[in-house]
């Protein structure tokens, strides 16, 4: 008899906790357990803005997925490009381009979350997302390109344009971003005698009239003040008009030169679950407090991706997209799955929030860890504890460790790689959202390869 096949879609918090939960709760012989995922790590996103601004190494936060001779998944290297719920079959692009059909009895699908955009002239061409290890990446190395190129240029227009920096969105993604990002470019400036440093400038704009408003009153204006007293300019209830290679417009007239507009403006499920054609709540697929699919069986869906009821808050809230819920549903989604692989019943999915965690960079933070608000020191412990403790591996929780000691102790430093230089530098190139079939492309292609089969 075969074994009934468990496909696991993405390798983030809630793909990993669910694969590393099947290998330990199953016996070989009761299901294989098969992973696609474009990359051979698990990203912790809440540290990206520490590798954008150089504080940790890429390295550090790519936790590997081939850690221990324990884990018995087979990894298929590639990104799911369709489903059909129908015929139960995933396709995949691997890495080669490839496309292959991967059937499965059950699927999980957790492929996370892309940048959202919005119908902005330019914005899609002319704006860095921070979403992906590339982006961060690319980012640092293109702020430090700015410092040498303006301290290489004579001219004075070029060099104000490459000495100020956008941030679009004050949620703790964009605004640890630009926190981090400005700090990194005020210690570096020190080493360019011939740039003045008040010409550098960060806004931090959003449309929303406060910064994190789940950090409440009192802390989101903690966050801002300390943010202000640094130099950054917050422009709430604003947003972008206009992106341009040299400028950016935003909606209150103002014109900024800057060649940097970072885009941390909310995130929208990834374009997969578009392709199964099934119902969904703002882009996220709808799954039942169980995470599995109505109607569909052996489909189930979480994390970033999926709409999941937030039974804690009840009033038919969705749980939000946070690591914290997805890592959570990852673990509650493998019981799940094993229930309906052994005929038991299946379990509601309940988490209340543990509250926030915001890294301002230094010694600068806020928390709301269980509703307790915290500043300062306190604050950075506390982030920077939680943080160190969710990395998956030691080697991980090692690598962080180190960098930040050899940051507190030695500073910052400025290596600009050159890697990524001239190469496409847009949302799609990093985050790949135009590699996707539609639901009918999906169901042509796996009706057409069953007919030569
Ligand atoms: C900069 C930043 C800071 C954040 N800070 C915090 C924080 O402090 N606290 C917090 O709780 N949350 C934070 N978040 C949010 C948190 O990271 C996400 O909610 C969480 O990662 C969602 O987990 P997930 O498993 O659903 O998706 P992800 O962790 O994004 O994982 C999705 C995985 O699927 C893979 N994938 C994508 N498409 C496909 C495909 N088609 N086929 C196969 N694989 C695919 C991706 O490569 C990725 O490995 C932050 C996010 C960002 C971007």
Known sequence: MTRPRILVVGAGFAGV?????????????????????????????PL???????????????????????YRTRIIPGGAIGVDLKSKVCVIRTITDQIVNEPYDYIVLAPGSITRTFDIPGL????????????????????????DLADASQDPDERASRLQFVVVGGGYAGTETAACLQRLTHAAVKRYPRLDPGLIKWHLIDIAPKLMPELGEKLG??????????????????????????????????VIPTRTLIWTAGVVASPLIATLGAETVKGRLAVAPEMNLPGNDGVFALGDSAAVPDLA?????MCPPTAQHALRQGRHVADNVIASLRGGPLRPYVHKDLGLVVDLGG???????????????????????????ALRTNVAKTRVMTNWLLNAVAGDDFVRTGFQARKPARLKDFEYTDAYLTPEQVRAHVEGTARQE
């Open 48 to 70: 990206l803005p520490q590798v954008a601004s150089g504080v940790l190494t890429p390295q550090s936060i790519a936790v590997s997925l081939r850690r221990s001779k324990k």
């Open 124 to 147: 899609t061409d002319h704006a860095f997302g921070m979403k992906t290890l590339a982006e961060a990446a690319y980012i640092r190395d293109h702020v430090i390109s700015q410092l």
């Open 221 to 254: 204006s903690s966050a801002q003040e300390i943010l202000r007293r640094r130099g950054i300019d917050i422009s709430l209830g604003v947003s972008i008009a206009k992106a341009g290679p040299e400028e950016v417009t935003f909606t209150d007239g103002r």
């Open 17 to 45: 906790e669910c694969v590393r939960r099947l290998e330990r709760k199953l016996s070989p012989d009761e299901a294989d357990v098969t992973l696609v995922t474009p990359f051979a790590y698990q990203l912790y996103l």
């Open 363 to 389: 010694t600068d933070a806020v928390s709301k860890p269980l509703g307790i608000e915290l500043r300062g020191l306190p604050a950075q412990a506390v982030a920077r504890g939680y943080h160190w403790s």
């Open 313 to 317: 808050k009840g009033d038919g809230a």
